[in-house]
């Protein structure tokens, strides 16, 4: 199974909208609504952000949202913030009774 | 509130066995997906497999051949062996909660392989 695909980094000012774009297959992202992100900060485990596409753990600020079309997948930063600074990866189920996960895109606050 | 600790031997020679263990602690250990991921330094998070309480698993393809994973119901924990490491294994490797996402993580146990 191949990685999915996501821009290596992405980068915005406080208050910008940033997204983060999550590219895969017709076997996993294009064929199941089991999309899930993470944030990941230096040194911590990865946090869930978003589930099956687009819906937010309870807890997560409702500036994350999630999103899909086709075989890509994207999740939406508003009102980008300092503490959003930090590596995101997505993940997919596949048809495989697997899971995969994107390459990761480091997220900057300008 | 779920927690997961996960503790393992965290330096290994070339061809040994990594062996890793996380106890759940705090909530049900049927009705989930119990995975492995690791992280190799530097780089990106990879799934390793998965477990569920009946014992049932799946693997990544490309560690197939070297991994197990196998759960202990009656202590709620699940463990992960990977033999013939390389030092392509080193790597922080996590325990999670899996329901086709990761919602639940251990704090990650650093290993390292090395002559």
């Known amino acids: 199974q191949s990685a999915l695909t996501q821009p290596a980094s992405v980068s915005g000012s406080p208050g910008q909208s940033i997204t983060i774009s999550c590219t895969g297959t017709?076997?996993?992202?294009?064929?199941?609504?089991?999309v899930s992100w993470y944030q990941q900060h230096p040194g911590k485990a990865p946090k869930l952000m978003i589930y099956?596409?687009?819906n937010r753990p309870s807890g997560v600020s409702n500036r994350f949202s999630g999103s899909k079309s086709g075989n890509t997948a994207s999740l939406t930063i508003s009102g980008l913030q300092a503490e959003d600074e930090a590596d995101y990866y997505c993940?997919?189920?596949?048809?495989?009774?697997?899971?995969?996960f994107g390459g990761g895109t480091k997220v900057t606050v300008l | 509130q779920v927690q997961l600790q996960q503790w393992g031997a965290g330096l290994l020679k070339p061809s040994e066995t990594l062996s890793l263990t996380c106890a759940v602690y705090?909530?049900?250990?049927?009705?989930?997906?119990w995975s492995w991921i690791r992280q190799p330094p530097g780089k990106g998070l990879e799934w390793i497999g998965e477990?569920?309480?009946?014992?049932?698993?799946n693997y990544n393809p490309s560690l197939k051949s070297r991994v197990t994973i196998s759960v202990h119901t009656s202590k709620s924990q699940f463990s992960l062996k990977l033999s013939s490491v390389t030092a392509a294994d080193t790597a922080v490797y996590y325990c999670?909660?899996?329901?086709?996402?990761?919602?639940?993580w251990g704090q990650g146990t650093t290993v390292t392989v090395s002559s």
């Open positions: 999670a909660r899996e329901t086709y996402a990761m919602g639940v």
């Open positions: 099956e596409v687009s």
């Open positions: 477990i569920n309480y009946s014992g049932s698993t």
């Open positions: 017709s076997s996993d992202v294009g064929d199941y609504n089991y």
């Open positions: 705090g909530g049900s250990f049927s009705g989930y997906y």
């Open positions: 993940s997919s189920y596949t048809g495989s009774d697997t899971l995969v």
